[in-house]
């Protein structure tokens, strides 16, 4: 039988990893994937409370899941699609050089 | 762990899986080689797979393999070379803060840590019932109770799509 807190300790770990990489990476395309990351420990979670909780015949902790996959998706076209736009006119995309706003 | 009893079988597999899981999405993050971290993100993908189906959410793992492993990474790796002429070698992949970013992930690993370990979670999963109800359920739940989120759903993924084809087309 596996503890509930083994689950929560590995999506915490995962988390922290993409925590780590959204501050501290450069380049665009790996803070998107550190963001990717923070999702997915994110939905550890809501599936492992699903499983562990006494009511599991309302699915509401898988629905919520497959909408965070399904917004995953949708947040990855259009960020990567930000990111190839940007690099077209400006020639990179490391995050630090992307400054048109800063005042 | 307050005692060390004899692990299960379904323990070890656990482990095994866990620890595939936090390795390769610490390469993720760590490794200076972007293509490095995608091949590393694709690796932690199906681990967090092997976890749903460790919790019997198989609807869900397979999920994970077709939009995650299928789309997402295979969209993530397209735009690595598309876009890789000058990150390679040049720049240090991390910036300025990356000291503090570090630390504060891991005091926030720490804290998240102190809260799961203090609080006396259930242990026992019950009994469900076959995986097929489990699906049939799942798609209930989609078309009764949360069918307006299900429905702004469909229509955000739409506008995403449009919305990506335009921000990335050539003109």
């Given at each position: 039988m596996i503890p509930l807190n083994w689950y929560l300790m590995v999506a915490g770990f995962l988390f922290a990893c993409g925590l780590y990489g959204a501050l501290a990476r450069r380049n665009a395309i790996a803070i998107l994937m550190g963001v990717e990351l923070m999702l997915n420990a994110a939905n550890i979670n809501l599936v492992a409370f699903w499983r562990y909780s006494d009511t599991f015949a309302d699915m509401s902790g898988q629905v919520f899941a497959l909408m965070v996959i399904a917004l995953a998706a949708a947040e990855a076209a259009v960020g990567l699609a930000l990111i190839i736009s940007v690099y077209r006119k400006r020639k990179t995309i490391n995050v630090e050089e992307l400054d048109a706003l800063a005042g | 762990m307050p005692e060390l009893p004899i692990p299960s079988v379904g323990q070890l597999v656990f482990a095994a899986v866990a620890l595939f899981t936090a390795i390769s999405g610490l390469i993720v993050v760590a490794s200076p080689n972007l293509f490095h971290n995608a091949l590393a993100l694709v690796a932690t993908l199906f681990g967090v797979a092997g976890l749903y189906i460790l919790l019997e959410a198989e609807f869900l793992a397979v999920s994970q393999v077709l939009v995650y492993v299928g789309a997402i990474a295979t969209l993530i790796t397209f735009a690595i070379m598309l876009t890789r002429s000058m990150m390679y070698g040049r720049t240090s992949p991390v910036?300025?803060?990356?000291?503090?970013?570090?630390?504060?992930?891991?005091?926030?690993?720490?804290?998240?840590?102190?809260?799961v370990q203090g609080i006396p979670w259930v242990s026992?999963?019950?009994?469900?019932?076959?995986?097929?109800?489990?699906?049939?359920?799942?798609?209930?739940?989609?078309?009764?109770?949360?069918?307006?989120?299900?429905?702004?759903?469909?229509?955000?993924?739409?506008?995403?799509?449009?919305?990506?084809?335009?921000?990335?087309?050539?003109?």
């Open positions: - | 910036n300025r803060q990356w000291g503090k970013a570090a630390i504060f992930a891991v005091l926030f690993f720490a804290v998240l840590l102190g809260f026992n999963m019950a009994e469900l019932p076959s995986s097929q109800e489990t699906i049939v359920a799942l798609g209930m739940e989609f078309v009764t109770t949360y069918v307006v989120a299900f429905e702004v759903l469909g229509l955000l993924l739409l506008v995403a799509l449009v919305g990506a084809v335009m921000l990335a087309r050539d003109n």
